[in-house]
């Protein structure tokens, strides 16, 4: 008897449990998706943000998607405001509900920020305002640098930022150049294929050439091999960005990534074939060094004997330099970043010239007077004033990235504000960069006048120009950038003039970085 009643309440009490355990994830579950976002919501307006109400589970997502949808069906004319096409519900909701407004990705709260000393404070306050999670599998594409916070963030950032430093970089032009020449040949190879004898004239999709120009730079002066003999990895990590941008536009249901979706399986293979082809050329290039070969002066080289160094003046101790897997995911974002920033920016400042062609003449005039038709060195590019006003300019109008975002941990201040924990905080770029407020009646026209005296000057020494970034985390490679694409710029106006064919349809898009959806197709014309 007393057998059967210790069964009967050992019974009732596996039964409890279990009723608390589903009891308990209902709760959350109910929390998550209706009561947190509600409370959130209330909190926002009575701080005086306004929005779209809350719509349980995917928020504005649905909606975001199908007016991006429709948005990308055509194209639009030249003069025309690239940010409906862009970003059109945001555009929506900030003309609907003002700039400080917040829409809803998913069951989470994105509040505008665009008042630049709001936005200085975001970030300078590395701890106050992290970076978001977003869905983990997105994390395959890259995470490095960019991604880190807190200790590991400062270690990384002393390690790589000696492959970063202006003398490093002068080294690394003759690189530029040689990758540029070799691009231009081909231009010119393809006119002569085109036309025959009149070599003259020549119709070219420059798009995919300058992506494949700026990943063989950084083929070259990260990796030292060349873009034929890293297309593989380019192509891989092309795509992988691709299925990441899908997964950004998703709700993240937790362990979701471990399901075996078609997204998923793919984006596991691309790692992993990524990840062997990088640990290969690690592996080689650690042998090559610990053997006491010289030579090894690209950022891997310098990047890797930073981290030796490193572990040396700790006593060898492997645990405070990076990893081998930190490594690799650090080769992995100089892939990426480093080809699509700089492809981005040189793409928009080929069709602003071809549009603009008295700037495009400035320019030239600028780049023969500095060069001749000589090989630009580092000196001369640093010289280049009117080339220099022309791409702040194009980073302005088309910054690379449309949107800084960030998190908020804990109720925090900002200004006036108070900000509850379990918001985002997104700082949308392109609309701060084309504010009337911040840039005056013409901010949305191409005026590199503006820039005449410096970024300082024509911000007014605000924080409303920031394409790569600002403050402690502004982008390491923006130099880089700069100098591979006044290279590329000096080399293309020293021997081509060039404008916009009638094939050419506007229609810019964003997958993680903004470029043309249809390429770029220009009428080239030999300049002598």
Not at 27 to 43: F, I, Q
Request: hydrophobic residues 40%; contains cysteine.
């Amino acid at each position: 008897m007393e057998v059967s009643i210790s069964l009967s309440i050992l019974s009732l009490c596996a039964k409890l449990i279990w009723i608390i355990i589903v009891v308990t994830w209902i709760w959350r579950v109910v929390n998550w998706v209706w009561l947190r976002p509600k409370r959130l919501e209330k909190y926002l307006k009575k701080q005086g943000f306004k929005g779209t109400p809350y719509r349980v589970l995917f928020g504005d997502l649905k909606e975001s998607s199908k007016m991006m949808k429709e948005a990308k069906s055509k194209p639009i004319n030249l003069s025309d405001d690239v940010v409906p096409r862009i970003i059109p519900f945001l555009h929506l909701t900030v003309n609907k509900y003002g700039k400080d407004s917040f829409i809803w990705i998913g069951p989470t709260p994105r509040v505008n920020i665009t008042n630049p000393e709001h936005v200085k404070d975001i970030l300078m306050k590395l701890g106050d305002f992290p970076k978001p999670r977003v869905n983990p599998i997105v994390y395959l594409l890259a995470t490095g640098l960019s991604d880190y916070e807190g200790e590991k963030w400062v270690k990384h950032r002393r390690i790589i930022n000696q492959a970063f430093h202006l003398e490093k970089l002068k080294h690394m032009v003759p690189a530029f150049y040689v990758s540029c020449n070799e691009m231009l040949t081909k231009w010119e190879q393809l006119m002569v294929k085109q036309n025959g004898n009149d070599k003259e004239f020549g119709e070219i999709d420059v798009w995919p050439y300058l992506q494949n120009l700026t990943g063989d730079v950084i083929s070259r002066t990260a990796f030292g091999s060349s873009y034929e003999e890293a297309k593989a990895l380019f192509q891989l990590q092309k795509e992988q960005a691709e299925l990441a941008n899908k997964a950004i536009q998703t709700v993240y249901i937790p362990g979701w990534r471990f399901l075996p979706t078609k997204l998923n399986k793919r984006m596991k293979q691309i790692d992993r074939q990524v990840q062997t082809l990088l640990k290969e050329l690690i592996n080689k290039r650690e042998k090559a060094m610990r053997a006491g070969e010289a030579g090894h002066d690209d950022l891997l080289g310098i990047m890797m004997e930073s981290n030796f160094k490193e572990i040396k003046e700790h006593g060898n101790n492997k645990n405070v330099g990076m990893s081998i897997r930190d490594v690799i995911e650090e080769c992995k974002l100089f892939y990426f970043a480093g080809q699509e920033t700089t492809s981005s920016l040189l793409v928009w400042t080929m069709v602003l010239l071809s549009r603009f062609p008295h700037w495009q003449a400035r320019a030239r005039d600028e780049v023969l007077q500095v060069f001749g038709d000589n090989t630009p060195d580092f000196e001369g590019l640093s010289h280049l004033k009117v080339v220099t006003m022309i791409l702040y300019e194009v980073l302005r109008l088309y910054p690379p990235a449309i949107f800084i975002n960030r998190t908020v941990h804990e109720k925090t201040q900002l200004g006036n504000m108070s900000i509850p924990a379990g918001v985002e905080l997104s700082i949308p770029t392109i609309l701060v960069h084309c504010d009337r407020e911040f840039w005056g009646e013409d901010a949305k026209e191409f005026n590199p006048e503006r820039f005449a005296e410096g970024v300082s000057k024509a911000t007014k020494g605000q924080v409303s120009f920031f394409p790569f970034g600002w403050g402690p985390r502004i982008c390491i490679g923006q130099n880089f950038a700069l100098i591979e694409a006044k290279m590329a710029i000096a080399l293309i106006l020293q021997r081509f003039i060039f404008e916009l064919s009638p094939a050419y349809a506007h229609a810019p898009i964003t997958v993680l970085i903004l470029q043309p959806e249809f390429g770029a197709h220009l009428i080239l014309q030999k300049r002598y």
